[in-house]
C-alpha cells in the first residue's frame, strides 16, 4: 500500500560524506529489525516507520551515527570515488535578451509559474516540473521537450516518481 514519504531530516549535505554515512545509518537501523524479515511483505522501512514513528526512527538514525563504525571509513574519500560532477552551468546557453509572449496575455504562463515553478536552495536557481499525463509523451512532444532542454536547460532533465519531467533553470538560463 502506497504511504507518504516521512522526512527524517530537513537537509544531509553531500560534499563532506554526511549523506554517506547517514545513509549507511539507516540501513544500520533497519537491518537489525529481525521481526520485519518474518513476513516479506513487511520487511520494508516503510513498515518499520508506520510502526515506531519518524522521531523514533530518527532517534535510533542519531544514535547509530554516534557508533565507532562512522570512524572506520573516510566517507569524503568515498564520495570522490562515487562522485560523478557535470558541471551543467558551464554547459546552458546564454540567457535570452528578452522574453516574447505571443499574444502579451500573461495570465496563463503566470498561472503556469506559479503552479509548476519552485526556487531551489542555490540563489538563483528554479526547478520547473511538466506534468506527463500518464506517462506517455508523444515523439512530437519529445522533440519539442529536447528543444526547450536545448535552449533553456543545456540539454539536462530529471523523471520525477510521478513519472513528469523536471527542468533545473539557472542564473545564465534565463528568468521566468
Known amino acids: 500500500m502506497p504511504r507518504l514519504a516521512h522526512k527524517i531530516y530537513d537537509f544531509v549535505p553531500v560534499d563532506d560524506g554526511s549523506y554517506l554515512r547517514t545513509s549507511e545509518a539507516i540501513v544500520r537501523v533497519f537491518d537489525r529489525q529481525d521481526w520485519l524479515r518474518k513476513n516479506r511483505a513487511r520487511a520494508r ?6 510502526k515506531i514513528g519518524p522521531d523514533t526512527f530518527r532517534d535510533l538514525v542519531d544514535e547509530e551515527l554516534r557508533g565507532e563504525w562512522t570512524e572506520e571509513r573516510d566517507y569524503t574519500a568515498e564520495l570522490e570515488r562515487l562522485r560523478f560532477d557535470d558541471d551543467e552551468q558551464a554547459n546552458a546557453p546564454a540567457a535570452g535578451s528578452s522574453h516574447a509572449s505571443p499574444n502579451g496575455d500573461r495570465s496563463l504562463f503566470d498561472v503556469f509559474v506559479e503552479r509548476n515553478v519552485t526556487a531551489q536552495r542555490q540563489p538563483g536557481f528554479s526547478a520547473v516540473a ?10 512530437e512532444q519529445f522533440r519539442g521537450l529536447a528543444a526547450i532542454m536545448r535552449e533553456y536547460c543545456g540539454g539536462y532533465a530529471r523523471s520525477s516518481v510521478e513519472q513528469n519531467i523536471v527542468l533545473r533553470l539557472g542564473p545564465r538560463r534565463g528568468r521566468l
Do not use: F, H, Q, S
Open 45 to 50: 522501512i516503510k513498515v518499520l516507520l508506520e
Open 130 to 139: 511538466v506534468k506527463v499525463t500518464r506517462g506517455d509523451l508523444t515523439p
